[in-house]
């Protein structure tokens, strides 16, 4: 039976009363009602909140087909997107497939190897990358809501290039896809002047609440992901996170902990996993939290931390430096792999105390041990935890947190589905270069 996610908060408790914690439940049941009628700021992007089960299956039957192509022919699929237009889709790929994904033999891979572009303005990436490229059958699937973020308009229109060069123009049609919105923009007016195969980011959705769109399903896809799992968990979280009592929903709770933390000075979130694999997954929580909730000079500031890796360098400062954080650990009960240390007959490193135990063992207690003397050092500890890291959780995890963060912005008395705040670089930036009609 498919088990839940499920948050716990036993090692916050000293830092709150029952009673505070009480007087949320009414604030949290006004955010609810703002969220679920649209009545809120930004009510009019809040498409993701049942789009587990209303989103087109027309549309997504057609992205299976695409994506069953691409896996027989591309050896190389490149994802070019930033921001929400890519985070999600590689958490996904982090998490759920294997570390050595792309070093892996063709056949086992069962598709091709998948990269990244556009979501920095480096020219040793993007040049090394195409160069690594060179000999590849390569497919490109660029991402962009608004169709006109500059880092990744820059790498497709360097990468679209590359392929027009390669396999002339009419071949090169054949091999992007272009996920965008189903109207404006420079990069839909490109496509269906090119006729490239499109893909639709919805209106009501921001692109930071658009993993579980054409936005991320297409590459999780082509990566063999099972995206019908996915969806099965996204779904099943719109269930379980659909009251708006905080003591029935576990990620109004979270969201209502969040902000009674931050409150009380608490200003710091740390998102801690102890997996690399879960290194993405915490850079996607980050845009979604950060943008959603960092305006108006207000905002908890997310950051995080792979433990325990980080616990031999910022793992001091969380025990003894400035006590304005707390921790929220994304825990995973069990991985597939089994290692067990083994037995030495000279026992010189000392380890033989630790024969047959496994890897998996000694992290628990690795995240046991921190969380605790974390939370005496003055960090409070939150804990969201997962069975194991298949497509079915993720969909739930994925879903948890937006619903989280929905919550929270509207808590904090912020729009938690604008961010005019980034407009100021780009701005600046736009100037520097001589941009025309930039004022
Ligand atoms: O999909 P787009 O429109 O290219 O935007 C990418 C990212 O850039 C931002 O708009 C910020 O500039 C994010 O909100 C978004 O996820």
Redesign the pocket.
């Known amino acids: 039976m498919k088990k839940r996610v499920t948050f716990d908060y036993i090692q916050a408790e000293q830092f709150f009363t029952e009673r505070e914690l009480e007087q949320m439940a009414p604030q949290v049941r006004k955010a609810h009602e703002m969220l679920h009628t649209g009545a809120g700021p930004g009510g009019e992007y809040t498409g993701w909140v049942e789009w587990p089960h209303v989103y087109d299956r027309g549309e997504y039957g057609r992205l299976k087909q695409v994506s069953a192509k691409i896996r027989e022919k591309a050896d190389a699929f490149v994802v070019i ?5 890519y985070l999600g889709a590689r958490a996904a790929l982090e998490m759920l497939k294997p570390a050595f994904y792309n070093q892996l033999p063709r056949a086992q891979r069962g598709g091709p190897e998948i990269y990244f572009a556009g979501h920095q303005l480096s020219a040793s990436y993007t040049a090394q990358l195409l160069r690594l490229l060179q000999d590849k059958e390569v497919y490109v699937n660029v ?7 500059l880092e ?1 308009a820059l790498a497709f229109r360097l990468f679209r290039a590359f392929l027009e060069k390669r396999y002339g123009k009419k071949e090169a049609r054949n091999r992007i896809i272009a996920t965008t919105d189903k109207a404006r923009g420079a990069l839909k007016q490109l496509a269906d002047e090119e006729g490239y195969e499109t893909f639709v ?1 919805p209106d009501s959705i ?3 609440y658009s993993v579980l769109t054409p936005v991320g399903l297409l590459p999780m896809a082509v990566a063999g992901l099972d995206t019908d799992q996915i969806m099965e968990g996204a779904a099943d979280a719109v269930s379980l996170c659909s009251k708006s009592d905080i003591y029935a929903n576990p990620s109004y709770l979270y969201a209502a902990l969040r902000n009674l933390l931050y409150n009380k000075g608490k200003t710091i979130e740390l998102f801690v996993g102890y997996e690399p694999s879960l290194l993405y997954m915490a850079e996607w929580w980050k ?1 979604l939290f950060g ?1 959603s909730e960092g305006k108006g000079g207000k905002g908890l500031f997310p950051a995080s931390l792979n433990f325990s890796t980080d616990l031999h360098s910022l793992g001091q400062y969380v025990q003894d430096g400035r006590r304005d954080l707390f921790a929220t650990t994304l825990w995973i009960e069990g991985t597939r792999e089994r290692v067990a240390v083994p037995e030495m007959e000279n026992d010189l490193d000392g380890l033989n105390y630790l024969a047959g135990v496994t890897l998996d063992e000694i992290n628990a207690k690795a995240c046991a041990g921190a969380m605790l003397a974390h939370t005496e050092g003055g960090v409070p500890n939150l804990k969201v935890a997962v069975p194991e890291a298949t497509p079915y959780y993720f969909g739930q995890l994925v879903y948890f947190f937006e619903k989280a963060c929905g919550i929270s912005g509207h808590l904090l008395g912020v729009n938690p589905f604008d ?1 005019p705040g ?1 407009e100021a670089y ?1 701005r600046n930036m736009f100037r520097l270069l001589g941009k025309p009609s930039v004022t």
């Open positions: 997107g930033v921001g929400g237009s991402i962009s809501k608004s169709g006109t973020t990744p980011v921001g692109g930071r845009q943008e961010q980034v780009k």
